[in-house]
């Protein structure tokens, strides 16, 4: 926790696991980026997917980098510690997943509005003229296959550590599975003589992907101000906080519980009490918060 | 479900491919040609060189036996013939443009009959069709790669 160096022991584990992972995405998002750029041609589709996938690698990085500063001990300009630094992750993989989806609306209205009719040529080999469409078509759906599963894995892992950053990460990785199968339809619509056909099923999605990104937006920002600890995909006070406020409540009945969220952790304030002799949070008994590293401290403030 | 979702979507598409051309074009341009027998042809700066008008026929001809059609001609400078072009008005055109002219992003510029250098850059002469005929511009992509032995 904050004042000590490293994570909890009862999520070292996930954490390890976590981290793994997200490397294994930055691994799998690259493979993407360098398919879908030697397939992308003059599509703008693909240009669009291509450039999404690119943001796709933010989350990861932005995870890492948290995660390496978070395991840092507190020093003598950070006297909390790194905690926050998981929140500066969210904030700034929130802001590139509403990018995504913003970036999305606005190529399907533009290329909607423009009636652009998108030329995809063909290669010769060994003789014969290929399509280019095909092989967008295969980069496409090589796109859509890791972020399912890497997604997929991050839900539990992000349930398990409380962690917000790599959620987000879940939900660009949707994103991305999602506008890939987008550009998949929208090369098998042009191929079919449709030109509206990508841009139409971009934008279906692309409002998805805003709700999802201004949802995650509202929660960092949230939490970047000193609010109170929210639930993993909502704005919502989390289950977890209300134990943690109804034990206080209990134990102090005349005072007021404050609580605010620091990455994966909660703290809590009462205000207008002392603290009992011999006071500790690993013994106060707190129904409903089973994973007791969760509460970071209590303070008081007579 | 999804794995339902991938077969469903992998069928449509095997089914797409297989009822007919595929790809298929925007405006329906070949179907036209070969429907009509005529493919409308824009020359720009027509006669030109001694070289580029035997190119250019060589090239008619090669399309003409691939389609069954003959070419009604228009000769004209760029701007108009192009114009003309984007609005469906011409099949085809054919004619010296610059790799870095305004017009590549709005036609679709195939790959060049004969390349030649004016003042350090290079000129092509191409055929030029409409953007987004996707299986007419294939089809005149394999005619100059005929031509030209696919340089």
């Known amino acids: 926790m904050s004042e000590k160096k490293g994570h909890p022991a009862e999520i070292r584990s996930d954490m390890a696991a976590a981290l793994r992972l997200e490397w294994w995405n930055i691994g799998w998002t690259i493979s993407i980026i360098i398919v879908m750029g030697l397939a992308m041609g003059g599509s703008q589709?693909?240009?669009?997917?291509?450039?999404?996938?690119?943001?796709?690698?933010?989350?990861?990085?932005?995870?890492?980098?948290?995660?390496?500063?978070?395991?840092?001990?507190s020093n003598?300009?950070?006297?909390?510690?790194?905690?926050?630094?998981?929140?500066?992750?969210?904030?700034?993989?929130?802001?590139?997943?509403?990018a995504v989806g913003l970036f999305l609306l606005k190529d399907a209205v533009t290329v909607l509005l423009s009636a652009e009719h998108v030329t995809v040529g063909t290669v010769r080999i060994w003789g014969r003229d290929i399509w280019l469409g095909w092989f967008m078509?295969?980069?496409q759906a090589y796109a859509t296959i890791p972020p399912l599963i890497i997604g997929h894995k991050e839900l539990p892992l992000a349930t398990r550590l409380r962690d917000k950053l790599i959620h987000t990460d879940a939900l660009m990785n949707k994103a991305n599975w999602q506008t890939g199968i987008a550009g998949f339809l929208g090369v098998a619509g042009l191929g079919a003589g449709f030109w509206w056909a990508d841009s139409v099923a971009a934008l279906l999605i692309s409002g998805s992907i805003i709700w999802d990104g201004w949802k995650a937006l509202r929660v960092a920002v949230s939490e970047l101000v000193d609010g109170v600890p929210c639930e993993l995909d909502g704005s919502g006070l989390s289950g977890e906080a209300k134990a943690v406020a109804s034990a206080l409540?209990?134990?102090?009945?005349?005072?007021?519980?404050?609580?605010?969220?620091?990455?994966?952790?909660?703290?809590?304030?009462?205000?207008?009490?002392?603290?009992?002799?011999?006071?500790?949070?690993?013994?106060?008994?707190?129904?409903?918060?089973?994973?007791?590293?969760?509460?970071?401290?209590?303070?008081?403030?007579? | 479900m999804r794995a339902c979702r991938s077969v469903l979507l992998i069928s449509l598409l095997a089914a797409l491919a297989g009822c007919g051309a595929y790809p298929r074009d925007v405006e329906g341009t070949l179907d036209r040609v070969e429907a009509q027998h005529v493919v409308r042809v824009g020359?720009?700066?027509?006669?030109?060189?001694?070289?580029?008008?035997?190119?250019?026929?060589a090239f008619l001809a090669r399309l003409g036996r691939v389609t069954g059609a003959s070419p009604h001609i228009v000769a004209g400078s760029?701007?108009?013939?192009?114009?003309?072009?984007?609005?469906?008005?011409l099949d085809l055109v054919i004619g010296e443009i610059a790799p870095d002219s305004p017009w590549i992003t709005d036609v679709a510029v195939i790959e060049p009959l004969s390349v030649r250098s004016q003042g350090g850059r290079s000129i092509g002469l191409s055929p030029i069709a409409m953007n987004g005929e996707n299986q007419w511009i294939g089809l005149l992509e394999g005619l100059v790669r005929d031509q030209t032995g696919g340089r």
């Open chain 2, 78 to 89: 760029a701007e108009p013939l192009l114009l003309q072009l984007q609005a469906n008005g």
């Open chain 1, 45 to 73: 589709a693909m240009k669009t997917a291509w450039v999404e996938d690119s943001l796709g690698l933010i989350p990861p990085i932005a995870f890492l980098v948290a995660a390496h500063f978070e395991a840092r001990p």
């Open chain 2, 43 to 57: 020359l720009i700066g027509y006669p030109g060189s001694e070289r580029d008008r035997a190119l250019t026929a």
């Open chain 1, 137 to 139: 078509l295969a980069a």
């Open chain 1, 76 to 98: 003598r300009r950070f006297h909390y510690g790194f905690d926050r630094v998981n929140g500066l992750g969210f904030m700034i993989a929130a802001v590139a997943l509403a």
């Open chain 1, 249 to 302: 409540r209990k134990q102090f009945p005349k005072s007021r519980v404050l609580m605010r969220e620091t990455g994966r952790y909660i703290r809590a304030e009462v205000v207008g009490a002392t603290p009992p002799k011999g006071f500790d949070i690993k013994t106060l008994d707190i129904p409903g918060l089973d994973d007791r590293w969760r509460l970071d401290s209590v303070a008081f403030r007579p």
